[in-house]
C-alpha cells in the first residue's frame, strides 16, 4: 500500500526546546492530518490541514500543508514533558478512500 | 460525550478461535475504520466503511472481515486467528471521510498464540 515518510523516527529534547517533524509523500494528497498518541490510548488529532500552502496553528502547534502536495511538517514551540508521545501524520492521497498513516515519530521530552 | 468504544480492551486467544472485536460509536458519523499498530510500521488500515451496507479494504486486510449493518457499529470479526495478527487494533470514525475530525477508539490489544 502506499507509504508515508515520517521523521525522524524519535528525537529526546530538553525541555524548553522547539522540535520539527515532517512527512513526504511520493503522490499527491489532498488532506494532511497531524495526530498524538499517548501511552494506551488511541491517536487524537491535533491539526487538520486541505489545502495546499496552508499553514495553521494550535496553541504551541504548527503545521503547514506543503505547496507541491506532497509534504507537511508540524512544528511544537517551546517543548513541555506532556508533549511526550508518538506523533502520526496522515494523509487523503487524491485519488481513493483510504488514509495513510506515517510510522509516527517517538518524542521524549527532558525536564 | 462523544466517544468511539472499542470492545474488548485485551484479549489472549489461541490460533484458529474465531473473535470479534465490537466497535461502537455515538456521533452519527458515515465513515468508520479498523487499522492495526505494530511497532515501525505506525497505523495501517485493515477495513473501511463509507456508510452502511458498503465496506472496502484497506492496505492489511488478510485475514480479516467486517461488516456494517447499521450506522453505529462496525465489528471487526478474524475467523481463524494466527500470531502474525497479534497488535493493537484501532477503530475510528468520523462524519465523512476526509473532512471532519476522526475520533479513535481506546485500542484493543490482542494477541494470539
Known amino acids: 500500500g502506499q507509504q508515508l515518510n515520517q521523521s525522524p523516527q524519535s528525537m529526546f529534547i530538553q525541555e524548553g526546546e522547539d522540535v520539527s517533524m515532517n512527512c513526504t509523500s511520493s503522490?499527491?494528497?489532498?488532506?494532511w492530518l497531524w495526530y498524538k498518541q499517548d501511552p494506551g490510548e488511541g491517536p487524537v488529532l491535533l491539526i487538520a490541514l486541505y489545502k495546499a500552502g496552508e499553514l495553521t496553528s494550535n496553541g504551541r502547534l504548527t503545521a503547514q500543508f506543503g505547496i507541491t502536495r506532497k509534504d507537511s511538517f508540524l512544528n511544537i514551540s517551546a517543548s513541555i514533558p506532556s508533549d511526550v508521545g508518538i506523533y502520526f501524520c496522515?494523509?487523503?492521497?487524491?485519488?481513493?478512500?483510504?488514509?495513510?498513516f506515517g510510522a509516527g515519530t517517538i518524542l521524549r521530552v527532558k525536564s | 460525550e462523544a466517544q468511539v468504544t472499542q470492545n474488548p480492551r485485551y484479549l489472549i486467544t489461541v490460533t484458529g478461535k474465531k473473535l470479534t472485536v465490537t466497535c461502537s460509536q455515538n456521533?452519527?458519523?458515515?465513515?468508520m475504520s479498523w487499522y492495526r499498530q505494530d511497532p515501525g510500521l505506525g497505523l495501517r488500515q485493515i477495513y473501511y466503511?463509507?456508510?452502511?451496507?458498503?465496506?472496502d479494504k484497506g492496505d492489511v486486510p488478510e485475514g480479516y472481515k467486517v461488516s456494517r449493518k447499521e450506522k453505529r457499529n462496525f465489528p471487526l470479526i478474524l475467523e481463524s486467528p494466527s500470531p502474525n495478527q497479534t497488535s493493537l487494533y484501532f477503530c475510528a470514525s468520523s462524519l465523512s471521510f476526509g473532512r471532519g475530525r476522526a475520533f479513535f477508539g481506546q485500542g484493543t490489544r490482542l494477541t494470539v498464540v
Open positions: 496522515a494523509g487523503k492521497p487524491s485519488y481513493g478512500n483510504k488514509l495513510v
Open positions: 456521533m452519527n458519523h458515515e465513515y
Open positions: 466503511s463509507m456508510n452502511v451496507e458498503v465496506t
Open positions: 503522490s499527491i494528497f489532498n488532506t
